[in-house]
């Protein structure tokens, strides 16, 4: 679902896009492609990795490092690589746990498995749909960043703003990978909220007091 809406709305905007899965003739990506129009096809994940110039990782959290070991280190290089994944886990049912937590993170799992990548968390925080149309929700509200390129956190930053309609006020940059942990384990209160508003339409919006 995620992977779907992040590649419609780019493809909206005049992107091209390739969906990656484990078979180039995956039914749901062969779907989307035929609806999204000429700028979108699919491939494997090795063909996405090939063909992007950033990457977006979508994939469920617990298989993020499989799904990228099928996209191969030389096919991914020094890309940025958006890691939008939680590390999820529903084996005692919902709510789920988190499969690494407190000194860790999928994203520092990623960033170690691939250290030529340029990894960057981002829009993990919120629903999808809030993910491509901020303006859903009134007011200002926040998102977060982490990585450890300062160059590819600006040009994501850039991204959010020009592709989905983030306004730079409220990117947020939390630091270096490691604040990956915090914008992960966020989930397992995200979904806690989710189930008492019974809507997943709702974000953050951090208030600061003025400098002294």
């Known amino acids: ?26 039914e749901e990506a062969v779907a989307w492609t035929k609806s999204a129009g000429a700028r979108a096809s ?30 191969k280190a030389a096919e991914l290089g020094d890309r940025i690589l958006i890691d939008v994944s939680n590390p999820l886990v529903f084996a005692a049912g919902s709510p789920p746990t988190l499969s690494v937590s ?20 981002a829009l993990n925080t919120v ?19 982490c990585g450890n390129d300062e160059n590819a956190k600006a040009k994501v930053a850039r991204g959010l703003t020009d592709w989905f309609g983030w306004a730079p ?10 604040a990956a942990r915090g914008m992960e384990m966020w989930l397992i209160l995200w979904i806690r909220m ?15 007091a003025s400098a002294p």
């Open 194 to 208: 989710m189930f008492a508003f019974k809507t997943p339409m709702f974000n953050l919006h951090i208030v600061r």
């Open 169 to 178: 006020q409220n990117i947020i940059d939390l630091g270096d990978i490691t």
């Open 1 to 26: 679902m995620v992977g779907n809406t992040l590649a419609s709305k780019l493809v909206e905007g005049g992107h091209e896009v390739m969906m990656g899965s484990r078979t180039r003739d995956n």
């Open 102 to 121: 407190n000194t860790d993170s999928l994203a520092e799992e990623i960033q170690r498995e691939f250290p030529n990548l340029r990894v960057v968390k």
């Open 42 to 71: 699919q491939g494997t994940f090795a063909d996405a990795a090939q063909f992007g110039e950033v990457v977006f990782n979508c994939t469920s959290g617990g298989k993020s490092i499989e799904a990228l070991r099928q996209a």
């Open 127 to 145: 629903n999808a749909s809030i993910m491509v149309n901020p303006a859903l929700l009134p007011g200002d509200h926040d998102l977060f960043i």
